[in-house]
């Protein structure tokens, strides 16, 4: 799966709805400050994850922004992923969110990815990666966007 930056893929859609979360106390483990969400989308044209893989950065680190955290994030049901899944048991990993293993973790990933899922329940923050998402696609589909192939 080929996961690419929503803000290249779409800048002006990304720019217009970032992601930002701001913790006023220490919420889960996280430090208060403000929080830019990175949002990343497979660009595989004949696939159909319904996932994205979301990184927390601190929005006030400038030009070279540590990773805090590295959250993949799978908003259908586990039933979902067990019929889409070609990997017999990775469908438990798929729906929900979990850490990234192959990506950069921050020291408090963990923390960061109790936060992630408090506000998982939320339907406007689940709407906006399934917009992004069904963009991503939609530019697929038309040809606006050069499809990555397995």
């Not at 586990?78 to 973790?105: C, D, H, I, N």
Request: charged share 25%; proline share 7%.
């Amino acid at each position: 799966m080929a996961l690419e930056p929503f803000d290249v893929l779409c800048a002006a859609a990304a720019q217009a709805e970032q992601a930002v979360c701001v913790v006023t106390s220490t919420t889960c483990g996280v430090p208060p400050g403000r929080y830019v969400l990175r949002e990343f989308y497979c660009r595989e044209l004949d696939c159909d994850c319904r996932r994205v893989l979301v990184q927390f950065f601190r929005s006030d680190h400038g030009l070279r922004p540590e990773v805090l955290a590295s959250i993949n994030f799978g908003w259908e049901t586990p039933r979902f992923y067990r019929k889409w899944s070609r990997v017999p048991g990775m469908w438990r990993e798929m729906a929900g969110a979990t850490l990234e293993p192959l990506a950069e973790q921050g020291p408090r990933a963990r923390s960061f990815l109790a936060l992630f899922r408090s506000s998982a329940h939320q339907p406007a923050f689940v709407d906006a990666f399934r917009r992004h998402y069904a963009l991503v696609k939609d530019l697929l589909a038309r040809g606006e966007l050069r499809p990555r192939w397995r």
